[in-house]
């Protein structure tokens, strides 16, 4: 094999499991191009701007700390982008500066992005709650504002006071051309996740023992959510009153829904499973301060579809807060707003009447107490139908299971373990009709299409609670036609964890003590005629590496600017022998010339591409 000494600077990677590293300490503004890399950590100070015009790219497995005394938070501005792109083996991280054992809800203030998306504010804009100077809002519905993958967010969110809080991850006016997925908010001090509005789609996500809310949406909130969990600690809830799901249309300060229901909420959040405090629904054993799994008030026409409401409360709770605000539950009669397909389970059923699958309330009530009844005689008025009976009519065939185990999750209260995944029997994922080739064992095959022909046992596919994403708010072709309600299905391995590997459910004593690979300069790169092309070269938004390699082990793909600065991670795994090709992005690299290296297993190989745009 020819050998070429190439004179040049290059990078060469070191795998250790702990070390001494550097901490680098963050304050006020960012408002040039800046990486965050994976073996230093990074000390967030006080509210850090990144400001319009600049990148901020953070590394695979980088960890980043909030400081408590100053109530650190990161804030990426309108024009800005984050490019926070973690993997399953290797999330990004933000997290407590506090010690394992002491960290706590709210030790720092959460990220925060703003975005110039639309919402319905009078003024088109608004400044961010919580003391942050940033404004968010516009008219661009497909703004960029970056990328969120495979990203854990813990220990954030700080609630200043009532309605002026910063929250795990707050969405401000962000827009559908941000990326957002994989994310794990965990013990955030306010809400999990909030959306002021803007019109971006988000999947894969989790709010795990949140303080507030899991996913709250006002100001005009147009975007779309699939995948979706939340559980909850028993224990732990805000005097406001937790939710799994909050949404209002209007606020103070936004447009009226009396004069204009151009300004609607009309999210729509398909395949969620949200589990909340009731472990058994006979008991009292849980705060006092939870609502309802489902809360929809001031206006709102946020849709909930195929998704699995389990342990609160109360299951639905639809609330006409004032007549100022527009009718919450005209949007539901006129289809504005679905609530459709769902599973409600385990509801609280100690306290009378119950159990509280679904209340109406009217006359600006905004709360649920164990004395609340629903308010029939105005619901039939709006609807011509009995509260429960519009729950499960034809047209919304959401259904009712007295206990969450009578769904037949894996172990949805695991403190530190959860599974969702439904077992094989679970209605999720068996079919209701009994034919002689089939056994209890029988497991539902989420690949294969939907079929309710019950004279075909062979193609018989259909489970007992089927979803629906022809007549609802998910005939979206955004969204993942799954054959299954809730975020998780079951294949014949049942092995459907999309949560398993990237997320932590015992955040609380994380060392957070090591950082990934060093990164040292050398000067000689032995070429080992690994015949690297990239195409197309120049290349603009989208380039694809492509090499052969004769024998495989720890592999890294990267990108090196012209100073020899590493700018990007392609791929960093394992590999076996034979030809790769890998897509990667290069829309966030200014035009010029770069070094792509594919490190294997000890040797080097590099090819030179341009990005010309």
Known sequence: MKKVLLSISFLTVAFLKSQAYS????????????????????????????????????????????????????????????????????????TSNQPAGGRTYGDWGGVIVCGQAPTNWTAGSAQVEGGPRSFYGGTNASDNSGTLQFVRIEFGGIAFSPNNEVNGLTLCG????????????????????????????????????????????????????????????????????????ESDSYLSGTVTGLTDTNGLTKGIFSNMTIIGPVTNPASTSYDANYVAGVHIRRGSS????????????????????????????????????NFRHNIIAGTSNNSTPNPKNIVYVINGARSLTPTTVSDTTAFITATGSNPVAWLVNSTNKNKMYGTVSAIQLGNPFSAT???????????????????????????????????????????????????????????????????YVGAFGRTSAGNDNWMAGWCSFDPLNEAYDTVCA??????????????????????????????????????????????????????DGQTISGKKSIDFSTSNLANGIYILSVYVDGRHSIVRFAVSK
Not at 36 to 65: F, M, R
Request: charge should be negative.
């Open 518 to 571: 060093t990164i040292t300069s050398v000067n000689e790169v032995i070429e080992n005629n690994t015949n690297i092309t990239v195409f197309p070269n120049p290349t603009k938004d989208i380039a694809t590496v492509s090499f052969d390699i004769l024998h495989g082990g720890a592999t890294k793909v990267a990108v090196i600017d012209a100073a020899g600065t590493l700018v990007k991670t392609v791929f």
């Open 417 to 483: 373990a959860p599974n969702l995944v439904p077992n094989s029997g679970s209605d999720i994922v068996y079919g209701s009709a009994r034919f002689p080739s089939w056994s209890a064992a029988d497991i539902f095959d989420p690949n294969a299409a939907l079929s309710s022909d019950t004279a075909s046992p062979a193609t018989y596919n259909m489970p007992a609670m089927p979803p629906n994403f022809t007549t609802t708010k998910a005939n979206d072709a955004w969204f993942t036609r799954t054959n």
């Open 174 to 245: 962000v827009g559908a051309g941000t990326t957002i997925d994989h994310i794990q908010v965990s013990y955030s001090g306010d809400d999990s996740y909030e959306w002021f509005g803007g019109t971006v789609n988000v999947k894969n996500i989790v709010s795990y023992k949140g303080w507030d809310d899991d996913f709250d949406s006002d100001a005009g909130f147009i975007g779309k959510g699939q995948f979706m969990v939340a559980l909850r600690d028993e224990f732990s809830a805000d005097v406001s009153g937790s939710k799994a799901i």
């Open 23 to 94: 901490v680098v300490t963050v304050q006020d503004s960012i408002s040039t191009n800046t990486t965050w890399t994976c073996d230093k950590q990074y000390l967030l100070k006080g509210y850090v701007y990144v400001t319009a015009g600049a990148t901020l790219t953070i590394e695979p497995g980088t960890i980043i700390k909030g400081d408590k005394p100053s109530k650190g938070a990161l804030i990426i501005e309108r024009g800005a982008k984050i490019m926070a792109q973690g993997t399953a083996t290797k999330p990004i991280v933000f």
């Open 302 to 337: 946020l849709s909930v579809v195929n998704s699995v409401i389990a342990g609160w409360p109360c299951g639905l709770l639809l609330d006409e807060s004032s007549s100022s605000y527009g009718s919450t539950i005209a949007n539901a009669v006129s289809g504005t707003m």
